[in-house]
């Protein structure tokens, strides 16, 4: 078989939102979804539990650009206009990268950069730009002759442009090592790559890529109540977390109504808001500083066991406001990853060593089980605890209890693999 065919056959991925009901914007499902209400803004319930507007008073994502890899985006959308910058069709299939052929990657920028003119969603970021990179999913690889390398060429084109921030709210079952070298370069350019973790973990919780290549920010969803939703893939490669359940976007490629859908989709979309305007408020900080302050700002409750990582929800669940407002969280060392304790510069963390020193492992995955049941991170309101930061109302995403690692029986403290990877 000639390595194009393997390859196209390696790179089949999913975008990994899915429409309540019977329709879905991920690739092998069809129909019709129910149309949100006329005002899709008044569902984005996120945004007051994050206290938005609080955050805007400081920072609005300004001069920070995303590039988003996905199905394309409609810089027409009400909510878009003006919001949109020159980027690439990677996918080489019919159209360009302002085609978008799901609906799905004009929804990812409008919850990053929507302006909500016109009704449409607001943008977490709503004054930063996107640079759209589109690449193809199952579906489009099955009917149109494609680009078989249009991932790992649109991360290294995203990696060369000005985007500061990387969102790829697609997912594969298959690793490449052509990708990963991608995601590398763009880490080495001093881009943060954020990616979902997938769906369906029900059904297959697998690792996904390219979330589970540790140069990546693997970015699961959680639900209204805080907790891990359901349908999000758990497991040691999981860094962050960010809301992705019952959020309007696009029903389709027509653009003719919002359905509420969820999926780590949106919750990558969040995490790159939520970068994108901590980093509006420190434009000289590198990508290491901006996710160690959203890692240390991030939710976490008083039964989560400090130095401890949940394979549900990572570091915790994202609170921009916490930094912004508050200023929860400090930047720390310029060139150290706060995912690997390695540095992202190339050279060794140790200039004194004559060799490379070994993977360093991270910190280790909490022995206290859930206390509702198996894959599930509480989130339990604690009014007691309040949030003062304006990030989120008393107690949102404050008591997450970590996941426990069982073998033979015995709960105990495991490496999380993919940080020494």
């Not at 609005?60 to 009400?78: E, H, L």
């Not at 909510?79 to 949109?84: A, D, E, M, N, T």
């Not at 442009?161 to 080495?188: C, G, H, L, P, W």
Request: with cysteine; proline share 5%; hydrophobic share 40%.
């Amino acid at each position: 078989m000639a390595a194009g065919m393997i390859e196209a056959r390696r790179s089949r991925r999913r975008l990994i939102s899915t429409v309540t009901a019977v329709a879905a914007l991920a690739a092998g499902f069809s129909g019709t979804a129910p149309a949100v209400a006329a005002d899709a803004q008044s569902q984005q319930w996120y945004l007051d539990a994050m206290n938005a507007e609080e955050i805007w008073k400081t920072s609005t994502g300004q001069g920070i650009k995303v590039a988003v890899i996905d199905s394309g985006v409609n810089p027409n959308t009400s909510s878009l206009k003006g919001q949109v910058l020159k980027g690439a069709d990677v996918a080489e299939a019919e159209g360009d990268e302002t085609d978008d052929y799901r609906g799905h990657g004009t929804t990812m920028a409008e919850l990053i950069v929507g302006t909500g003119a016109g009704g449409g969603l607001k943008g977490l970021a709503p004054a930063a730009k996107v640079i759209p990179f589109r690449v193809s999913d199952t579906e489009l690889q099955n009917n149109e002759k494609v680009n078989a390398f249009d991932m790992r060429e649109a991360i290294k084109a995203a990696a060369d442009s000005d985007a500061r921030i990387i969102n790829i709210s697609m997912a594969s079952d298959f690793y490449s090592t052509e990708t990963r070298k991608a995601v590398k370069y763009a880490q080495r350019k001093g881009k943060l790559l954020f990616a979902g973790t997938g769906n369906d973990a029900v059904k297959a919780n697998k690792p996904q890529y390219p979330a589970s290549y540790p140069e990546a920010i693997a970015v699961a969803a959680s639900d209204r109540s805080g907790k891990v939703a359901d349908y999000s893939r758990h497991g040691d490669f999981v860094d962050i977390a960010a809301p992705g359940s019952d959020i309007p976007g696009w029903c389709d490629e027509t653009f003719k109504e919002y359905c509420k859908g969820s999926g780590t989709s949106n919750a990558t979309a969040l995490a790159s808001a939520s970068a994108a305007l901590i980093w509006s408020a420190h434009p000289d900080w590198t990508a290491n500083q901006v996710l160690r302050v959203m890692i240390e700002s991030a939710g976490r409750g008083k039964d989560w066991k400090k130095g401890t990582v949940s394979n549900y929800l990572g570091h915790g669940i994202v609170r921009p406001g916490a930094h912004i407002n508050r200023g929860l969280g400090k930047p720390g060392d310029p060139n150290i990853s706060p995912l690997t304790n390695k540095r992202t510069d190339g050279r060794s963390s140790d200039p004194s060593a004559s060799a490379p020193a070994s993977p360093k492992p991270s910190a280790p995955a909490s022995s206290q089980a859930p206390a509702d049941k198996a894959g599930s991170d509480t989130v339990a309101a604690d009014s007691s605890s309040g949030s003062s930061d304006g990030s989120g109302p008393p107690g949102w995403m404050l008591a997450a209890i970590a996941a426990v690692a069982v073998i033979g029986g015995g709960a105990f403290a495991v490496a999380r693999k993919r940080r020494s990877a």
